[in-house]
């Protein structure tokens, strides 16, 4: 069974690193697992998601209070419309559903962040919730059909 992780942020920007490093030691609970660790999602990273069984997507939140981990299913939007640089999860899988004929399964779980300025450190909050924000990534990852 073959799951994409991508662990969406920027490391430099503090909380913004949390989907990076929720999916460091990720690929030790799930097997197959194939990081892919981006800024942001490009239309390039779309052909990897053409033999996966299931696709998270792991990022950084604003909403809610520091340390929040959200997490939910993802569906495919829109279709082969035009092209931004960056696109958003759902789009993503739309852009992938347009190339290959299907899109995967997919989630999202996400952390907020506290602290989004410059800087490498995470805020302790993040940093305390990245256990169980890497369990519920797993449990997803493992949820999906193989």
Excluded: C, K, W
């Excluded at 992780?5 to 920027?10: C, D, E, V, Y």
């Excluded at 892919?36 to 809610?64: I, M, N, R, W």
């Excluded at 299913?73 to 960056?86: Q, S």
């Excluded at 993503?92 to 989630?107: I, N, W, Y």
Aim: proline share 8%.
């Amino acid at each position: 069974m073959t799951v994409v992780a991508f662990a969406l942020g920027n490391t430099l920007r503090a909380d913004d690193g949390a989907g990076i490093a929720l999916a460091r030691g990720l690929d030790a609970l799930v097997p197959g697992l194939v990081v892919v660790e981006a800024e942001q999602l490009l239309p390039e990273y779309a052909d990897a998601l053409a033999g996966a069984h299931g696709v998270l997507f792991l990022d950084a939140s604003v909403a809610g209070p520091p340390g929040e981990i959200r997490s939910g299913p993802l569906a495919p939007v829109g279709g082969a419309g035009t092209l931004l640089h960056a696109l958003t999860p759902g789009e993503f899988l739309g852009l992938a559903r347009s190339l290959h004929g299907r899109a995967p399964p997919a989630a999202l779980v996400t952390v907020t962040g506290r602290d989004f300025a410059f800087g490498e450190a995470l805020s302790p909050e993040v940093t305390a919730a990245l256990p169980a924000a890497r369990e519920r990534a797993r449990d997803l990852a493992l949820a999906f059909p193989s």
